[in-house]
Each structure stands twice: as C-alpha cells, then as structure tokens.
C-alpha cells in the first residue's frame, strides 16, 4: 500500500475544528502530520484530539521541520497571503477556506505561484461537494443539460457590529455569499458571458442585496439573490434540464419533478450520506477526499485557484454595480 499523504494544517479555529480536522481525519489516504497555531490552547486540543506530533506556534517552522506533501490553511482571508505564498514556495500542494484571499488580483497571484512552484491547489467551495446537490445536478443532466439555475443565499443580520466580515477586510458578498456564486457556475458550466446585477446597501453603510441575472457559454441562465436583511437563513437551489426541475436546500432535502407527472420525487440528504454529522452532509469529508485523490493522481482539484479566480471575477462584476 502507498504512504499516505502527509498533511499540515495552519489553523485551529472553530470552523477547522468543527469541519475540517474532523473530515481529514476520516480520509483513509491522509495522514495529519503537523499543526501550526498562534494559540496554545487551541493548538494544544487540536493536536491532543488527533494524536499529532508536530506541534508549532509557527508555521515557517512546520515547513522547515516536516516532510509534507500539502498543508491545510483555514484562516481569514486578509491572513492567507504570506502563509500561501510561502507554502507554495515550499513546494508544498495547498488547500484553502474560501475566500481564496481579499480579491482576484490576489487569488490570482496564488495561481501563478502554484504554477511556477508545480503545486496542486483546492479553494473550499464545499457546495459543489454537497451529496445532496451532487446526486441530484446528476439527474437532471441525465435528462439534458441544465438551461436555467438559480440560486438564493439569504441571511438574517441584527445588526452592523462590523463592516462587512473580518472588520471590513472582506464585503459579505466576497466572504460568504461567494459559495452561492460559486455554485451557479458550477451548475450552469461554461464561462460567463455577460452578467448585469443590481447591489444595495439596505439600512447598512454597506452593500447587502444583490440580484444577478448571468449568462453562461454553456447556454445556461443563472439567477444570483443573496440578502442579509433576510428574516433567517435560506439557502436553495433550483435547476432545469430537459423535462426535469430540482428545487433543493443545500443540505437536508430536495424535490424533483419530471415532465409535469404529478407529485414529486422527495429525495433526502438522510438517503445518501451519514446526514447526521455536518461535515458528512454539507460536503467537507467529499471536497477532502477528493483533495487527497488528486494528489495522488497528480490531478489539479476542480476549485483550484485558477478556478477560484474565475469565481473572483464573478463577484467583482455583481458588485460593480451598487446602488
């Protein structure tokens, strides 16, 4: 049997603990080498949780000292830069939380690193990994390709505590609302051809609607409406191909109807996976699965930072136009 893959991980935050130690550590093919954190309580549990040896306050130091084959950089975005960078410079193969950086000039520039360096890249678009939404994109390009999709993203927000995310080192749009835009490109496939959106900032200092009507070379209609001033939070999905429409939430259920035939088929995330544990059912344990596959393969991952640019670029164009 081939050595496992042997894996790094910058970060111990509340969202690497609750998704991302938990999904890598069911990835038979990986192996969690080393950690590197500020905090020495969190790095601590983290290492403690998981038997991991290689414990380091600094990450330059986890790369000088540790033979790896990738490392794991789940932190906020304006902190990504040099911590990439210098993984990239390494040699090192790099997965990353979205956003992949504050803007595309910079996931860009992550890009061409991992170019020149030969490294393989993932941004965490976990959408795309979701198995609900997986199995049922499949059905529907069993009957012919998907010609409309439309995806909303909706959140409720008490109140302006900060400018946007991280204090305002990142709009909403850019931070979260991302996974919705990234997952109507990958459900319409192709490249954007043309896109007009309409962004508002609604009893905000803000932008924090957004409407987006996209079109894909595919010969796909996207529809983007994201709003933090939403009453809770709804995520849905709906697509058509052929005689067949899915509408679907992200993670617990979906409905799908063929050729005007009645009632529908109810498929639920409960049937395809183990629904009960989050990172199962939201797509974590898939996207590092296939993270470690493509290592393996020498593939590039299907969010590679190339890929995540193009998402970028996508966002830069909704929120060009703020009213």
Known sequence: MAEPVRVGFVGAGRLASRVHYPSLDEVEDAALTAIAELDAERLAAAADRYDVAGRYTDYRRMLEREELDAVYVVL?????????????QAGVHVF???????????????????????????CGFNRRFVPLLRHCKALVEAAGPIHLAAVRFHKFEAGPQDYGFYRG??????????????????LAGGEVTEAAAHSRALGRPYANAHAALIGFSSGC?????????????????????????????DTHEARVYRQDCGEPQVIRAADLTDAAHTHHRAGFLAEHQH?????????????????????????DQIAADVR
């Open 76 to 88: 906020p975005p304006h902190l990504l830069h040099d911590v990439v960078v210098d993984c990239l």
């Open 291 to 315: 993270f470690i596959d493509c290592i393996r393969s020498g593939a590039q991952p299907l969010t590679n930072f190339a890929d995540a640019a193009k998402t970028m670029r996508l966002v």
């Open 169 to 186: 080192a990142v709009s909403h749009l850019t931070s979260d609302i991302i996974h919705a835009v990234d997952a109507l490109r990958w």
């Open 96 to 122: 990353v939380e979205k956003p992949p950086g504050v803007s595309t000039y910079e996931t860009e520039a992550f890009a061409w690193y991992a170019q020149q360096h030969g490294c393989l890249t993932m």
């Open 221 to 249: 209609s996207g529809v983007l409406l994201a709003s933090r001033r939403a009453g809770a939070r709804r995520h849905t999905f709906e697509f058509h191909g052929g005689d067949v429409s899915v509408y679907c939430d």
